[in-house]
Nanobody, 121 residues
Framework: QVQLVESGGGLVQPGGSLRLSCAAS????????MGWYRQAPGKQRELVAK???????NYADSVKGRFTISRDNAKNTQYLQMNSLKPEDTAVYYC???????????????WGQGTQVTVSS
């Protein structure tokens, strides 16, 4: 089985920064794309940023220039550095990873449990 564990959420003032981490563990052969999503109250879950196995990145327009996604393949971990945070960034942030458990099989998506990020003065 594969588990994704997130950390780094919390309360921060507008203009502040937070760094989220998401560590994958368990029976892992390889990890393909990884990404961060968020869901605010009353809204649908949306993509924030994603990174391929080759470290190509893609961002939602709302976070471009403020957030940076990265990964450490040796640690099976991805990060989301969030700068210049705004109240509208408040949401539960979820990480996702496409994991191949057995060589030669298709990857499957796994999700973290979510971590709350609140931007408020």
């Amino acid at each position: 089985q594969v588990q994704l564990v997130e950390s780094g959420g919390g309360l921060v003032q507008p203009g502040g920064s937070l760094r989220l981490s998401c560590a994958a563990s368990g029976s892992i052969f390889s990890i393909n794309a990884m990404g961060w999503y968020r869901q605010a109250p009353g809204k649908q879950r949306e993509l924030v940023a994603k990174i391929t196995s080759g470290s190509s990145t893609n961002y939602a327009d709302s976070v471009k220039g403020r957030f940076t996604i990265s990964r450490d393949n040796a640690k099976n971990t991805q990060y989301l550095q969030m700068n210049s945070l705004k109240p509208e960034d408040t949401a539960v942030y979820y990480c996702k990873a496409a994991v191949t458990v057995i060589r030669g099989t298709y990857p499957r998506d796994y999700w973290g449990q979510g971590t709350q990020v609140t931007v408020s003065s």
